[in-house]
Antibody, heavy 119, light 112 residues
């Protein structure tokens, strides 16, 4: 069974940094692109970016490229999202997801982790 | 960025009714490799999104066949043939033909 479990969320002060993790299991992690999507409270979905199998290609939505860094550790089957210079606009649920490959779709999603940016 | 416009924003239906959701793109979603990367997701209340349909019309494994997708270029449609209670939630179209991926604004399916 494919499982994606996010962790590392919580309350963080404006201007600070936070690193999220996504532990993957039930599939061959190093065979798949992986990505992050976020959802502000009561709002729609926003694609943050994704990373390929060997971390040689990482794509970001332009507005977040200078603030967020996606990485992965294939030995640990873990995906990461390093977030810096956080502001209230970054308050959201953050989901990690597996890119199914030829489908061009995120076919498995984690339950999400809440990040609240507030003083 | 590609803008996806979903209509209607809210849809009220009775159990058993058939409904359709439209997703229109600001530019063609036909990729140079011949594929059209337009997908549909359902997000039930309090849950993460789940993939329903990919590549316009292909049903994800385990998704009931009352769901169907169609369209090409810039106009796409999700149809539910006989709404069931478990179908309630917010539907999103999403494109991955052009970077960055973008989502439609969502269509909330409610019980009438």
């Amino acid at each position: 069974e494919v499982k994606l479990v996010e962790s590392g969320g919580g309350l963080v002060q404006p201007g600070r940094s936070l690193k999220l993790s996504c532990a993957a299991s039930g599939f061959s992690f190093n065979d798949y692109w992986m990505g992050w999507v976020r959802q502000a409270p009561g709002k729609g979905l926003e694609w943050i970016g994704e990373i390929n199998q060997d971390s040689s290609t990482i794509n970001y939505t332009p507005s977040l490229k200078d603030k967020f860094t996606i990485s992965r550790d294939n030995a640990q089957n873990t995906l990461y999202l390093q977030m810096s210079k956080l502001g209230s606009e970054d308050t959201a649920i953050y989901y990690c997801a597996r890119d199914g490959g030829y489908s061009g779709a995120f076919d498995y999603w984690g339950q999400g982790v809440m990040v609240t940016v507030s003083s | 960025d590609v803008v996806l416009t979903q209509t209607p924003p809210t849809l009220s239906a009775t159990i058993g009714q058939s409904v359709s959701i439209s997703c229109r793109s600001s530019q063609s979603l036909l990729h140079s490799n011949g594929n059209t990367y337009l997908n549909w997701l359902l997000q039930r209340p309090g849950q993460p999104p789940q993939l329903l349909i990919y590549l316009v019309s292909r049903l994800e494994s385990g998704v009931p066949n009352r769901f169907s997708g169609s369209g090409s270029g810039t106009d796409f449609t999700l149809k539910i043939s006989g709404v069931e209670a478990e179908d309630l939630g917010v539907y999103y179209c999403v494109q991955s033909t052009h970077a960055p991926w973008t989502f439609g604004g969502g269509t909330k399916l409610e019980l009438k």
